[in-house]
Nanobody, 115 residues
Framework: QVQLVESGGGLVQPGGSLRLSCVAS????????MGWYRQAPGKQRELVAT??????????DSVKGRFTISRENDKKTVKTVYLQMNSLKPEDTAVYYC??????WGQGTQVTVSS
């Protein structure tokens, strides 16, 4: 069972930046897809960004040009995915969940964008 642990959430003012990290452990093989989803209060969980093992990325339209996803695959049993979030907006406020294929989820980290 892949274990995912997120970090890097917090409170930031509009226009600010945060960097989320997710470490995948207990895995002998690099998950094909890793990424981030988010869930705001009263809303469904939605895709933010994903990245495949060969570096192919997908972004939600709402974050294109502001967020960048990247990953490290070189360690044998520990894989890391990052989400650099710039120009944050209040509507980015949500719990952000790390995902690794086929179906592993982290516990989530809160991101709050508010003045």
């Amino acid at each position: 069972q892949v274990q995912l642990v997120e970090s890097g959430g917090g409170l930031v003012q509009p226009g600010g930046s945060l960097r989320l990290s997710c470490v995948a452990s207990r895995t002998l093989f690099s998950p094909y897809t890793m990424g981030w989803y988010r869930q705001a209060p009263g809303k469904q969980r939605e895709l933010v960004a994903t990245i495949t093992r060969d570096g192919t990325t997908i972004y939600a339209d709402s974050v294109k040009g502001r967020f960048t996803i990247s990953r490290e695959n070189d360690k044998k049993t520990v894989k890391t995915v990052y989400l650099q979030m710039n120009s944050l907006k209040p509507e980015d406020t949500a719990v952000y969940y790390c995902f690794a294929s086929p179906e592993s989820w982290g516990q989530g980290t809160q991101v709050t964008v508010s003045s």
